[in-house]
Nanobody
Framework: QVQLVESGGGLVQAGGSLTLSCAAS????????MGWYRQAPGAQRELVAG???????NYADSVKGRFTISRDNAKNTVYLQMNSLKPEDTNVYYC????????????WGQGTQVTVSS
């Protein structure tokens, strides 16, 4: 069973920064893709930033230039550096890992709250 443990959320003023961490219970090379999603109450979960093991990185338009996703393979950890935070970035952020074979499977962390005050 895969476990993804997030940390780093909290309360920050607009314009501030936070770094989220997602520690996986096994090598992140075993996943075809990993990423960060966020979900506001009553809304669908949306991709914030993600990468594939093929080297493709994607960002939501709303965070381009402000957020950076990175990885530490030795620590099996994925990070989301969030700069120039805005009140509209307030959300629960979830770490995701996906495998494609033998079946498509998604694994999720428990979520970490990020609150940006104006």
């Amino acid at each position: 069973q895969v476990q993804l443990v997030e940390s780093g959320g909290g309360l920050v003023q607009a314009g501030g920064s936070l770094t989220l961490s997602c520690a996986a219970s096994r090598s992140i090379f075993s996943f075809n893709a990993m990423g960060w999603y966020r979900q506001a109450p009553g809304a669908q979960r949306e991709l914030v930033a993600g990468f594939t093991n093929g080297g493709i990185t994607n960002y939501a338009d709303s965070v381009k230039g402000r957020f950076t996703i990175s990885r530490d393979n030795a620590k099996n950890t994925v990070y989301l550096q969030m700069n120039s935070l805005k009140p509209e970035d307030t959300n629960v952020y979830y770490c995701n890992a996906m495998v494609l074979a033998p079946l498509v499977q998604h694994y999720w962390g428990q979520g970490t709250q990020v609150t940006v005050s104006s």
